[in-house]
């Protein structure tokens, strides 16, 4: 729940700031000359592009928590298996164990969205948050393609 707060805080105040962004931008091509209407539509693309983006993975954490959502109703949701350090740090050898038999069970069904879920937390978890993206990607790809579950 703190993560979900802190990211609409962030968003929020991207939002403010690609406004504020749009207003400067706008007050520039207001003037009038070559320069500050160059400039100006400059300072606009900035927030055109930052909005999207943020929609992007607005998107993108919407789809993922429903696939979360429908898997914890199905009971198929990773269990933490990981061991931790003293510190809390996770182990290296068990996310590295974890990891492979998430791998090894996507290698038997890829064409099952779970496994590409459950391969994306073992990612995250091992630290690789590049390959988890792309992991849940494929998941949410498959979940609209409607491919139908592989025998568990």
């Known amino acids: 729940m ?24 706008v ?3 207001g003037i009038g000359t070559p320069l500050t209407v160059t400039f100006g539509i ?9 909005a999207w983006f943020l929609w992007k993975n607005t998107r993108f954490v919407q789809l993922a928590n429903r696939l979360a959502v429908e898997l914890d109703a199905e009971g198929g949701l990773p269990v933490d298996e990981l061991t931790r350090t003293a510190g809390g740090r996770v182990d ?3 996310a590295d164990a974890v990891f492979a038999a998430r ?14 879920f459950r391969l994306a937390v ?13 992991a849940m ?5 498959l979940h ?3 491919r139908a579950p592989a025998a568990h």
């Open 42 to 50: 400059s300072v606009l693309v900035l927030p055109v592009i930052g």
């Open 137 to 141: 990607r494929r998941a949410i790809a």
């Open 92 to 94: 290296r050898a068990s």
């Open 27 to 29: 007050a520039l091509i």
């Open 2 to 25: 703190r993560a979900k707060i802190m990211y609409f805080v962030m968003a929020g105040l991207l939002v403010v700031y690609f406004a504020l962004a749009a207003g400067r931008g």
């Open 103 to 116: 791998r090894a069970e996507t290698e038997d069904t890829p064409g099952d969205w779970r496994c590409w």
């Open 122 to 134: 073992a990612y995250r978890d091992a630290g690789d948050t590049p390959r988890a993206r792309e």
């Open 144 to 146: 609209a393609s409607g």
